[in-house]
């Protein structure tokens, strides 16, 4: 998915989309310290650990888009927001299947807590449907593919991932520009697929469309949900691989800060709108996480 933006500047939504980043890819690391905690055995058993699944990943995700946009331009299919609140739902519950191994107190709390959160997420999509409540669902379905994925994938299998969807979305946005049609869609459906972050507080959000320059008339910009899931990914693969040798915090940092220039290079820097976000925060990370192994391992 492409980040969208009107015109170079760094006002509050721009820096809300760098916390969201990091504030996932932290929360997507926890999760995975959480799980691993329980079961050990989930962790990738070399560096290289689940490669086989980037050209799964990729084929599925090019299908999974190229359908969409056909049965979407073909039918009305209202029913396809119900399956993205059935997704989100379903992360959601195994999120907190998670979490409520640290909160809950006793087994009637845990199962309180592991069905009442995703019904309260659900419902508020339903019902409430406002720009916040899809990116506060967002926050918690991009940490879950960080998180899931991370813990998939060995180091260098996650980085050869990132690369080939920062390639694919490059060439989905600039060439085919099929990724620009998906987003178009997703607003048009009414789809949580993207992350809306007003410029200005006081005025309502109201209907996004977006142009050949990015978002045009409306004071907001967006974020596929895949800019922030993606990068994490690395991330939380990063901190595993850290925590194995020793050297947990610099394999978390490094990556992070790598992501977040990435992304305040998208965002400044002279880059054509609607621009692709992956080349850049996949890139970041990667960087990233290449100069910790470097530091700690290469060096050391």
């Known amino acids: 998915m492409e980040e969208m933006v009107e015109k170079r500047e760094f006002p509050g939504a721009q820096i809300t989309s760098l916390a969201l980043f990091v504030v996932s890819s932290l929360f997507a690391v926890y999760l995975a310290n959480i799980a691993l905690q329980v079961e050990p055995s989930i962790s990738p058993t070399s560096t290289t650990s689940g490669i086989d699944y980037v050209l799964y990943y990729l084929v599925a995700a090019i299908v999974f888009s190229l359908l969409l946009i056909f049965l979407a331009r073909r039918y009305k299919l209202n029913f396809l927001k119900w399956v993205f609140v059935a997704a989100i739902g379903l992360m959601v519950f195994y999120i907190w299947n998670y979490l409520g191994l640290v909160i809950a107190n006793t087994y009637t709390e845990y199962y309180i807590i592991i069905f009442a959160a995703p019904l309260v997420m659900v419902l508020a999509l339903v019902f409430v449907r406002t720009w916040y409540v899809v990116n506060i669902a967002g926050f918690f379905l991009t940490s879950g593919m960080a998180f899931v994925l991370g813990l998939l994938l060995g180091i260098w299998a996650a980085a050869i991932f990132l690369a080939a969807f920062a390639i694919y979305d ?23 697929m993207l992350f809306v972050f007003p410029r200005d507080m006081s005025r309502p959000v109201g209907k996004i469309e977006i142009g050949e320059e990015g978002i045009e008339g409306h004071a907001a910009m967006a974020l596929g949900f895949g800019d922030v899931a993606f990068p994490g990914i690395m991330v939380v693969a990063s901190a595993v691989y850290g925590m194995k040798i020793g050297y947990f915090y610099p394999f978390v940092i490094l990556p992070i800060v790598g992501g977040v220039a990435g992304m305040v290079y998208l965002i400044v820097g002279n880059v054509k709108k609607p621009a692709p976000g992956l080349p850049f925060l996949n890139t970041g990370v990667i960087v990233g996480t290449l100069l910790s192994y470097f530091l700690y391992v290469v060096i050391h």
């Open 170 to 192: 490059y060439i989905s946005v600039y060439k085919t520009k099929h990724m620009i049609g998906l987003a178009k869609i997703a607003l048009e459906r009414d789809l949580p």
